[in-house]
């Protein structure tokens, strides 16, 4: 994908052209030459980034196109949360429901985002998922739900050991889907680009004698932008979700990176890859076949078939984090999910399940 340097405009009034930012900002950023300075730790959790398609269109009820209250736009505004929600006004999102959302008691105030430059994730906090504990525990998922998993590698042509690896890493198979408010979350990195948040980026990043150098303040802003174009059209992707599922904006719980269910998908993630697994005409990502389905989806999307080399199931799982020691904690365990048997039952004759979007099934 080309890799962005700068955010692309959105202000079109249409859900899908907002939402198909993310195709031209889902790379990292180009690396800026080094400067004279050392860059400043990382402050902030890391940032997980999944590349994704744009979702299907399709015909679905409109927004609730009413103004919204005023006490609570007042609130909303007071919160911190303005600049977002009238950028979600803009690209066609319902003011009342947008305002409704950031006024609501449950939703936290924007207190800022502190980001770092560089953010990477050390080998260190993955070392446990390889001790012989949880290796025990990950062939005991694989082996509960090797039906589900088998079905999805017939379906899609991806090692079920990976897939296993990826829903005992991510959520323990299911035990720990997260309980963080995905909406607030994704809004908070979306706000990386509010000015004011800008700004503290940039102070923090000061000399004693409150200057900086211009090449480190642009990467501050580079930065600012490259989380905004991410995770702004995720935003957007959240309320169409909580629309069509006819369910309040606030209640979907997941990760705190703003991702939910076995697999932990981004809310365009799902609209991209669910895929309903089971047969029963809905997609959940609390449904272990589901997960596994369209976490197999979404790795064959990229690239995943048979037989390829490990340096081409490296690029792949990229995609699904952007991270080394994640890639390396996966395929380790999916070595030993394999030689453990517990997934070596010859693949079913026949498959229930369907390779269909999970907004087509609302």
């Known amino acids: 994908m080309a890799r ?3 955010p692309v405009p959105v202000r079109t009034g249409a859900l899908i052209a907002s939402i198909a930012l993310v ?3 889902a790379s990292s950023p180009p690396p800026a030459k080094k400067s004279a300075r050392r860059a400043p730790a990382v402050a902030s959790e890391p940032v997980r980034v999944v590349s994704v398609p744009a979702p299907r269109p399709r015909v679905a009820r409109p927004f609730d196109d009413r103004p919204a209250d005023p006490a609570d736009r007042a609130e909303m505004r007071a919160k911190g949360w303005s600049w977002l929600v009238d950028k979600l006004v ?3 999102i319902s003011e009342r429901a947008a305002a409704r959302a950031f006024a609501d008691a449950r939703m936290p105030a924007f207190d800022g985002l502190l980001f770092g430059l560089n953010p990477r994730e050390s080998h260190a906090m993955y070392r446990g998922f390889l001790r012989a504990s949880s290796v025990a525990q990950a062939e005991r998922c694989a082996a509960a739900h090797a039906p589900d998993l088998n079905r999805a590698e017939l379906l899609h042509g991806v090692d079920a050991a990976v897939v296993a690896a990826i ?3 991510e ?3 299911g035990r720990n889907t997260g309980r963080s408010m995905v909406l607030h979350r994704l809004a908070r990195l979306a706000m990386a680009n509010e000015p004011r948040n800008v700004a503290r980026n940039l102070a923090r ?3 004693a004698d409150g200057s900086i150098e211009e090449e480190l303040a642009e990467r501050v802003r580079s930065r600012a932008r490259y989380l905004e174009g991410i995770f702004y059209p995720q935003v957007i992707a959240t309320f169409e979700l909580a629309r069509q599922e006819g369910i309040d904006p606030i209640a979907l719980r997941g990760s705190g990176a703003g991702a939910f269910g076995y697999v932990q998908f981004l809310p365009m993630n799902y609209f991209a890859f669910g895929t309903d697994g089971d047969g029963d005409g809905r997609v959940s990502l609390y449904q272990p076949a589901d997960a596994a389905a369209s976490a197999a989806r979404f790795l064959a999307s990229h690239g995943w078939k048979p037989g390829i080399r490990r340096d081409k199931k490296r690029q792949i799982i990229w995609h699904y984090n952007r991270s080394d020691a994640y890639i390396d904690t996966v395929l380790g365990l999916a070595s030993q999910i394999r030689r ?3 997934l070596d039952p010859a693949l079913p004759k026949q498959t229930e399940a369907r390779v269909v979007p999970a907004a087509a099934t609302r």
Do not use: F, P, W
């Open 4 to 6: 962005c340097s700068a």
């Open 23 to 25: 195709l031209s900002c």
């Open 90 to 92: 803009e690209d066609g």
């Open 167 to 169: 829903m005992h890493v």
């Open 171 to 173: 959520t323990h198979c």
């Open 205 to 207: 990043n000061t000399d």
């Open 340 to 342: 453990s048997g517990v």
